[in-house]
């Protein structure tokens, strides 16, 4: 089933960006009268039907809608020191979004080598992997911040670990992600040459938890696909 | 620490290949006299001396071995059908590795589309890996052969699991993977269009058992990453 992404879907007609209009019209050969599949990322699904297949312009209206309730019982903020080579970066956010995350940001570290990021194209990666892994909720992308601004905004999450390579390889995150499932966790991987000890206490001042991700020394990219997924698999722990 | 590869570290010298050469010598600036420290990808690690710092052919002597044992107490073998973009897959490999697989096979299928591997290139990327995330064993990374092949040779073992889409999100394979961790494990990973039913009914009939990877649908190259990732989590459950 395709899925066309549109970020309103309150009204009882539609739209389409001229990206998506060009997807729906030119690649996938939809015409006027053909019934689409519409989420917006906020849990909607709606039934529309095409009215102008124009490929710059499509537009129609919208006969049917349906919520849907999250497909998991916690939430993940992801924090990540980009990496140099940021293709490295945007590889991960497409694993990442289809295998489950719900925010994600970019921290400015003393040793981190990168301090721009393109936000357009991290959302664009970010629909097409929701889309494509069949999901209808779409993470939110946060710009980059400095580690000490990103930690005074996390006071009110009691969640929280920092990877950090010297961490025991016995305190793996895996471990220690409490079950019940926390409702909202967060999650912080250092850059390339990890987190300074100093960034790291103040860190676990702050309530964070040193982890491990285990015995072998992960990219920063592998690490953050590492975590995300030790979330999902200790959801599924019977 | 910066590691060096030989495939055979039986002798009391060395002789690297040329490209192993050219990294040591020109791009680390390594001289006659520096210590490094080889490995072979079987659990030996060597400090060697540089004797001749020839950047097409760089030796030296042998002082001291040691070995390593496994760090992981199971084995894993990833089937997978290669994606028509081969770049998702070396990607994939690169990222596995890290993480902890130790035998790699590439299986065709009905519906997969990619006949051939670039087999020099994928065991570069499993040195590099190696190398890269510290580890002393390097995987074993087959070429590609026909699913009912591979199926054949899979007889013996008994822990068998294919990812297939339509199981029951109830039956992930973070949940079947029995414990105390089986010693060895074989994970088949279908192609973008999935398995055929036949397919599937042909590798149960040999003992495989279906499991979900999530309520998500993963690209190909994702499953493999997750797969890898659930036994490497399951490992560490307490």
Redesign the interface.
Known sequence: MQLFYLADLSDSTFEFTEDESKHCIRVLRKKKGDELTLIDGKGTEAKGIIEQDNPKKCSGIIVAKTHHQR?KNYTLHLAIAPTKNFDRIE?MLE?II???VDEISFIETNTSERGKINSERCNKIAVSAMK????YYLPKINGITSLKNFLKGCETTSSKFIAYCPTPVTQ?L??QIPLPMPSHSILLIGPEGDFTQQEVEEAISLGFKPVSL??????SE?AG??GV??F???A???
Do not use: D, H, P
């Open positions: 497909n590889w694993k289809e295998i489950g494509q892994s069949k999901q793996t895996f471990n285990g015995s072998n020394i992960l990219r592998t696909l590492v997924t030790s999902a698999n200790k599924q722990t019977t």
